[in-house]
C-alpha cells in the first residue's frame, strides 16, 4: 500500500508519455472488457497524440519510483475539463483516484469541474459523486456505450 509521505505528486511532461501510455493501457483494459470495445480512445491513442497533450497540464502520483497514477485537464473559459484520471490495476480503490481528481480541482485553479465516464463504469460514477459531482447528461458515444458528464462547482467562500 502506497504512503502519502512517500508518494510523490509532480506534473506530467513530454518525457512521462511512455509511463503515462503504459499506466493508461493497463488501466482501461477492464473498462474494454466492461464494454466488450477494445478500441477505447484511451488504448488507442498514440504514443506522439500522447506527448503533444502533455504539454498541458498533468499530475503524476509516483510510489518508489514506479508512476502508480495520473490526470490531465485543460481549462476553457472558467472551466475545468477533467480527463484520463488513470490508477495502476493493482492498487485501484485505495484512495489514490480521489488525491488525483482533488489535485487536479486544485491546480486548475477553476471553480467549476467536468468530466466523463462510461455508464457502466459503476466505481468511477461512485468516486465522482463521492467528490460532489452530479450527472449533468447522458450521451451516446455508439451502439452500447453511453458517456455520463458529471459536473461540480465548488461553492462560493
Known amino acids: 500500500m502506497t504512503s502519502p509521505?512517500?508518494?510523490a505528486l509532480a506534473p506530467l511532461t513530454p518525457d512521462d508519455a511512455g509511463?503515462?501510455?503504459?499506466?493508461?493501457?493497463?488501466?482501461?483494459t477492464s473498462e474494454a472488457r466492461l464494454y466488450r470495445d477494445p478500441f477505447l480512445p484511451a488504448l488507442t491513442q498514440s504514443l506522439e497524440e500522447l506527448e503533444a497533450e502533455l504539454h498541458g497540464p498533468g499530475?503524476?502520483?509516483?510510489?518508489?519510483?514506479?508512476?502508480?497514477g495520473?490526470?490531465?485537464w485543460t481549462v476553457?473559459?472558467?472551466v475545468a475539463h477533467i480527463g484520463r484520471l488513470t490508477v495502476v490495476p493493482d492498487l485501484q480503490?485505495?484512495?489514490?483516484?480521489t488525491r488525483l481528481l482533488r489535485?487536479?480541482?486544485?491546480?486548475?485553479g477553476a471553480d467549476r469541474f467536468e468530466l466523463f465516464t462510461g455508464h457502466l463504469s459503476e466505481a468511477n460514477i461512485r468516486l465522482y459523486e463521492r467528490e460532489g459531482y452530479v450527472v449533468d447528461r447522458r450521451e451516446p458515444l455508439h451502439e452500447g456505450v453511453d458517456l455520463m458528464y458529471l459536473v461540480k462547482v465548488r461553492p462560493l467562500p
Open 103 to 108: 489535485a487536479a480541482e486544485e491546480a486548475s
Open 5 to 7: 509521505a512517500t508518494d
Open 76 to 78: 476553457d473559459d472558467g
Open 59 to 68: 499530475l503524476g502520483l509516483r510510489s518508489a519510483g514506479r508512476l502508480i
Open 70 to 72: 495520473a490526470v490531465r
Open 93 to 97: 480503490g485505495r484512495g489514490i483516484g
Open 19 to 28: 509511463e503515462v501510455l503504459t499506466l493508461q493501457r493497463a488501466a482501461y
